[in-house]
């Protein structure tokens, strides 16, 4: 009976035994599965690129390093941006310890200005079919044509010493058109990626589809979407650093970062049209402090709003001159209300401000100039302003003189005696001296005519004066 018991207990043991030997190969991949596939991060580049861009792609790369992540992909659309928002993504790129791959789509997107910079910066540079890039050349010195005595093929390496032939151009552009084609040269021998094109892309303008770009070695390879980035970048050697790392991206599963409070706030504030309204709201809001002291809420909103401008304009490339005839423009517009200007001082004000709004922004790039309707909304509003002050001096201006002696002109008196030509008259419950031309009895009314130091010019009123 024992033996028997043992003999079922060893045949029990080696049940079980043989069910999880059976069962382990299912469970040890599922258990493992999180570990061997890895997670990525998926960042999004929609628009021009600003401060809240870099904010958001910064952040969401040291989150990636963070969390371990195997690979962060940034899926990018952009006509361009600030030159420092694209330096500081670079550098976030550059210095990261998770390979970034930077994906040209969907189809019909372009990574066009500061887009290919970053593109170049990546350790994969990827695009869908129908998309393009190019044209980097700095947009607020784009107007210069490109020299057409320099060779059409950059020189090498080994010749950027050389002399070259001069250029057109100020020094201020010669000198940033240099600086982002050493720039862009720099990066693209980092990633071992056409240098030539890409002095073209800044000199020139010039841009590639997506099949041209791979053509000329500018792009690492063309994927349709994600899944194929994920498949054809799945055992891909990239340099981080000075290690060269091994890219196993099959079956890796994505996280999208979205962006926080704090860049929608930051893309909320740095919007050029909502900073210049919150500027103008600050200035107008400390002025009414000042005319109304006590009163707080304009003194408190208009601080912050003015704060919150100042920060915008500190991100954003602010042209000082523009700012100084914003504020010349406003005191020149208040001052109309405290000079007998009739409406110069007024209408300079509006002149300086529509002039410094338009100069406000020193960039013509797309999504980082206020908006010509909204200059010319607030200056349609300031003129009518300028116009109903005019219009209320005026009034102003035509209405009885309600003070001093002034006011006694047209004024009811009555006679206290009877006179032929100078007598007494009461007048507001006063006794005057008075002349008048015709005899008066005591008890006429009488009008004053007008004033002579402390002598009162009357004269019989008419049935319809009142006393």
């Known amino acids: 009976m024992i033996t028997l018991m043992r003999v079922n207990s060893r045949a029990i043991l080696r049940v079980l035994a043989g069910g999880l030997l059976a069962a382990a190969p299912l469970a040890v991949p599922a258990a493992d599965a999180p570990d061997v596939a890895g997670v990525g991060l998926r960042l999004e580049i929609r628009g021009a690129i600003g401060p809240a861009t870099s904010d958001y792609i910064v952040r969401g790369i040291n989150k990636a390093e963070a969390a371990g992540a195997r690979l962060v992909i940034i899926e990018m659309d952009t006509p361009g941006g600030l030159d420092a928002a694209m330096r500081d993504i670079n550098k976030a790129i550059l210095a990261s310890t998770v390979p970034v791959a930077t994906f040209v789509a969907p189809a019909g997107s372009r990574a066009a200005s500061a887009g290919t910079y970053i593109l170049y910066a990546s350790h994969l540079a990827v695009m869908a079919p129908a998309t393009n890039l190019g044209a980097a050349t700095p947009v607020q010195i784009g107007g210069s044509a490109p020299d057409e005595r320099s060779p059409k093929k950059s020189p090498s390496a080994d010749d950027e010493t050389e002399a070259r032939p001069p250029q057109p151009g100020s020094a201020p552009e010669r000198k940033a058109i240099n600086d982002a084609v050493a720039y862009i040269r720099g990066l693209a021998s980092l990633r071992h990626r056409n240098a030539d094109w890409a002095e073209r892309a800044v000199r020139e303008a010039v841009s590639l589809t997506a099949e041209a770009a791979l053509r000329e070695n500018v792009i690492d390879f063309i994927a349709p979407d994600i899944d194929a980035l994920l498949a054809a970048a799945d055992g891909r050697k990239v340099q981080l650093g000075q290690t060269e790392v091994t890219l196993a991206t099959s079956g890796l599963q994505l996280l999208h970062h979205d962006p926080d409070w704090r860049t929608r706030l930051l893309a909320t504030i740095t919007d050029p049209n909502v900073a210049y309204i919150l500027l103008l709201v600050g200035i107008y809001g ?14 408190v909103v208009g601080t912050i709003c003015l704060l919150l401008a100042l920060f915008a304009f500190q991100l954003l490339p602010v042209n000082f001159a523009g700012l100084g005839l914003i504020v010349l423009g406003v005191a020149l ?18 002149v300086a401000f529509v002039f410094g709004s338009i100069l406000l922004l020193d960039t013509d790039i797309p999504g980082f100039t206020i908006s010509r309707g909204l200059i010319g909304s607030v200056a349609g509003i300031a003129g009518l302003a300028l116009l109903g002050l005019l219009l209320a001096l005026v009034r102003m201006h035509r209405r009885p003189v309600v003070s001093g002696l002034e006011s006694l002109v047209g004024k009811p008196a009555e006679a206290l005696e009877d006179f032929s030509e100078s007598g007494a008259v009461f007048v507001h419950g006063e006794r005057w001296s008075a002349r008048c031309n015709q005899p008066v009895r005591k008890g006429d009314r009488l009008r004053i005519v007008r004033i002579e130091g402390l002598l009162l010019h009357v004269e019989p009123a008419t049935p319809e004066t009142p006393v």
């Open 333 to 350: 517009f208040i001052a109309e209300a405290f000079v007998p200007s009739f409406g110069t001082l007024g209408l300079g004000g509006i």
């Open 286 to 299: 400390l002025l009414l402090e000042g005319y109304n002291p006590g009163t707080y809420l304009p003194g």
